[in-house]
């Protein structure tokens, strides 16, 4: 059965930082990773995917890497801001149409 | 507006009630998914539409709950004789063709408080 978990839980850095969350996952048979980001009372919003046959994709300040022999996924965040905080999901698609999710890393960057 | 919307987005019933909850994805979208969000847990799937059929519901917990998809547009989640185990935000997702590489799009969810 497919394990997601990501460390740390909870992240709490000054504005500025450049930070990594990570994500990792038990089963390497994956078709794809994605990271979200959760705001409080809203859904949830796509910031990265990353197909198997890729390494890392980039957008902006952010970063995810895939390394699928060792079951692992980084998402860097450069240069932090305030509106960065947020929950960071996430999610390993196994080819059956749905994903399974992490439990997230609470992420609040101080002003 | 053009994403998913859910309706409604708080929910507060009586243990044994029958709840409802609503989505409705974004205008063209063929896939449609379900998701639970419970406290300290991660989101778990529930059941996903290709169209108006529902290949995989192997997430449904229950006999208790139930999805339908009409038109290849809006769905409802049906959860009968409501448990306070069924509290939790329920997100709804949908994505252009249900491939594996399309994003889905998620709305911004119900909260279900069962007393």
């Known amino acids: 059965k497919q394990e997601v978990t990501q460390i740390p839980a909870a992240l709490s850095v000054p504005e500025g930082e450049n930070l990594v969350l990570n994500c990792s996952f038990t089963?390497?048979?994956?078709?794809?990773l994605q990271w979200f980001r959760q705001d409080p009372g809203k859904g949830l919003t796509s910031l990265l995917l990353?197909?198997?046959?890729?390494r890392e994709q980039t957008s902006g300040r952010l970063n995810a890497s895939l390394d699928k022999s060792s079951g692992r996924s980084t998402l860097y965040i450069a240069a932090s801001q305030p509106g960065d905080s947020a929950t960071y999901l996430c999610?390993?698609?196994?080819?059956?149409?749905?994903?399974?999710f992490g439990t997230g890393t609470r992420l609040k960057v101080l002003a | 507006g053009a994403g998913v919307s859910q309706s409604p987005s708080n929910k507060v019933t009586e243990k044994g009630k029958d709840v409802e909850l609503r989505c409705d994805p974004i205008?063209?979208?063929?896939?449609l998914y379900w998701y639970r969000q419970s406290l300290g847990q991660g989101l778990e799937f529930l059941i996903y539409?290709?169209?108006?059929?529902?290949?995989?519901k192997s997430g449904l917990p229950s006999d208790r709950f139930s999805a339908e998809r009409t038109g290849g547009s809006v769905s409802t989640l049906t959860i009968q004789r409501t448990q306070q185990e069924d509290s939790a935000v329920y997100l709804c997702?949908?994505?252009?063709?249900?491939?594996?590489?399309?994003?889905?799009?998620f709305g911004p969810g119900t909260r279900l408080t069962v007393l």
């Open positions: 997702a949908s994505s252009r063709t249900g491939t594996t590489a399309d994003t889905q799009y």
């Open positions: 089963d390497s048979a994956i078709y794809n």
């Open positions: 990353i197909q198997s046959s890729q």
């Open positions: 999610a390993v698609d196994l080819r059956t149409y749905k994903y399974i």
């Open positions: 205008s063209g979208h063929t896939a």
């Open positions: 539409f290709q169209g108006n059929s529902a290949p995989d």
